[in-house]
């Protein structure tokens, strides 16, 4: 069975870091482009960040740009995302999901975890 | 970056019904556009992608069409399951966005 499993998420304080981890498992993980997304309580969704299959390329969204950075270590078939500096508004439960083409980054999402929640609250 | 409008906010339905669900883009997308259907406490689920192609196991019900900027999600007979939060999600250029989503209630 497909699935991802993220994990890390915590209460932290304004400025402060966290790193969150996603499991994959039951595909080949270091074929496919991993995202991020996440979703702010009681809101939308909001496309945080990509990474390639192999890790060499990265993309981000503006809100993020700058103060958090994604990698994979596909020989633990995970992804991270840390995050620094982190606002009030950075709040949210965050998805990784997978990209479904292989070998390349298509842009959608076929596959989700449940998401780990991130609280910025002093 | 691109912006995307999708309407309505909120659409009252009853089972049975045909239903639209627009998204309007700031710029033209061509046909990078997928569709997701979340259910509340749930993560979202890939109902169609590149504008009108269904995903493996999703209900013929559900039809996607448009391109350029204009893009359509279509629900032919509404089941009890659909009701549920429709997002729109343009993957042209970097950054990714989505729509505001649109909250399909039953009436």
């Known amino acids: 069975e497909v699935q991802l499993v993220e994990s890390g998420g915590v209460v932290v304080q304004p400025g402060g870091s966290l790193r969150l981890s996603c499991a994959a498992s039951?595909?080949?993980?270091?074929?496919?482009?991993m995202h991020w997304v996440r979703q702010a309580p009681g809101k939308g969704l909001e496309w945080v960040s990509l990474?390639?299959?192999?890790?060499?390329?990265?993309y981000y969204a503006d809100s993020v740009k700058g103060r958090f950075t994604i990698s994979r270590d596909n020989s633990k078939n995970s992804l991270y995302l840390q995050m620094n500096s982190l606002r009030a508004e950075d709040t949210a439960l965050y998805y990784c999901a997978r990209d479904p083409a292989s070998g390349y980054d298509s842009g959608y999402m076929d596959v989700w975890g449940k998401g780990t929640t991130v609280t910025v609250s002093s | 970056a691109i912006w995307m409008t999708q309407s309505p906010s909120l659409l009252s339905a009853s089972t049975g019904d045909r239903v639209t669900i627009s998204c309007r883009m700031s710029?033209?997308?061509?046909?990078?556009l997928a569709w997701y259907q979340q259910k509340p406490g749930k993560a979202p689920e890939l109902l169609i992608y590149?504008?009108?192609t269904l995903q493996s196991g999703v209900p013929s019900r559900f039809s996607g069409s448009g391109s350029g900027t204009d893009f359509t999600l279509t629900i032919s007979c509404l089941q009890s399951e659909d009701f549920a939060t429709y997002y729109c999600?343009?993957?042209?250029?970097?950054?990714?966005?989505f729509g505001q989503g649109t909250k399909l209630e039953i009436k």
């Open positions: 039951g595909f080949t993980f270091d074929d496919y482009a």
């Open positions: 710029q033209g997308i061509s046909s990078y």
């Open positions: 999600q343009q993957y042209y250029s970097f950054p990714y966005t």
């Open positions: 590149a504008a009108s």
């Open positions: 990474i390639s299959w192999d890790g060499g390329s990265t």
